[in-house]
């Protein structure tokens, strides 16, 4: 993607920060961040000059209207991202993330922007026995995080059907990488884990650490974006690694990296933790997608930019 303008809301969160460092390569960006959990940290490394940072809210739709002016692309990251705060917070979370959602659609189809490409959740999915987990496939959202990301994909379809505003559904598996914070009690298990490690502390496993996911790194997230973007493809696609592996699985292998054994800790489970998670990615390799990181080369990365 070349000379094109783009807006990425959650800009200075996780995965908003690492596509807005990439697309500022070639393309103008503007980044939208209310830096709830985003970070000004997490873009102090981006071209200056091609990246505009605009402190504001995806719930302001008068403020997404006058960004989304001849925009090409909105990569729409924002959202409350963790299941156990909706479950604390369930009214919090389907204000940013559904009625959010909305906002930025109504923006872009009143801007006529070319194509919106969301970031949906794997968690749709819940606790199926059935794996891998396929788009088509019956859903069983177990939090109101993995509600109201399902809702964002119902109203983008709509969106597309009534008012003719492509877009395209990324469900996101597990996804890890450089900028992502290991401080929250939310946070996910791999910057957890490397963070306890590299301070010399017990990792903590909630459960018996025979669940497992379908970790997916943060650079091949980047890539399926732009490539959505690009395409002509529309609709709901799983973006993950295409592999399982058990959280016990992920402490050992970071232990044989980062030369360290503190052992771990087992905790009780969490309200909300699915068991099991694996993508089946071979819709989106209509767009051309296909993960280039394995599981070790994205933590070595990882691990090295500590």
């Known amino acids: ?60 739709i008068s403020l997404l209207k006058r960004l989304f002016r001849n925009v090409d692309f909105v990569f ?29 659609l109504l923006a872009a189809r009143d801007s006529d922007v070319k194509k919106v490409i969301y970031a949906s959740s794997a968690a749709v999915y819940g606790d199926t026995p059935t794996l891998p987990q396929r788009e088509e496939m019956m859903l069983n959202p177990q939090s109101p995080y993995a509600v109201t990301k399902l809702v964002g994909e119902y109203y983008c379809q709509v969106f597309q059907a009534v ?11 597990n996804i890890y990488g450089p900028k992502q914070d290991p401080n929250s009690e939310y946070s996910a298990v791999i910057p957890r884990f490397i963070k306890r490690f590299s301070e010399g502390k017990t990792p903590i496993i909630f459960g018996d650490g025979e669940q497992t996911r379908d970790f997916v790194f943060v650079s091949d997230v980047v890539r399926a974006n732009i490539l959505a973007a690009e395409s002509d493809a529309t609709g709901i696609f799983n973006i993950g690694q295409g592999q399982s592996t058990t959280i016990n699985e992920i402490a050992e292998l970071i232990t044989r990296i980062m ?17 099991h998670s694996l993508a089946d990615i071979s819709k989106a390799g209509l767009f051309g997608y296909q993960p280039q990181y394995n599981l070790e080369q994205g933590l070595r990365e990882t691990i090295s930019k500590l």
């Open 163 to 173: 008012y003719g505003l492509p877009t395209i559904s990324l469900r996101y598996f």
């Open 1 to 60: 993607m070349k000379s094109k303008k783009v807006i990425v809301t959650g800009g200075a969160g996780f995965i908003g920060a690492n596509l807005a460092k990439e697309l500022a390569a070639d393309n103008s960006v503007t980044i939208i961040d209310n830096l709830s959990t985003g970070k000004k940290g997490n873009i102090a490394d981006l071209p200056q000059g091609k990246i505009e940072f605009v402190e504001g809210s995806i719930g302001d």
């Open 76 to 104: 729409h990251q924002a959202a409350i991202s963790s299941v156990h705060i909706s479950i604390e917070n369930p009214l919090a979370t389907n204000e940013a993330n559904i009625t959010g959602t909305l906002n930025v």
């Open 259 to 275: 030369n360290k054994d503190p052992g771990v800790i087992y905790e009780e489970a969490r309200v909300g933790d699915i068991r």
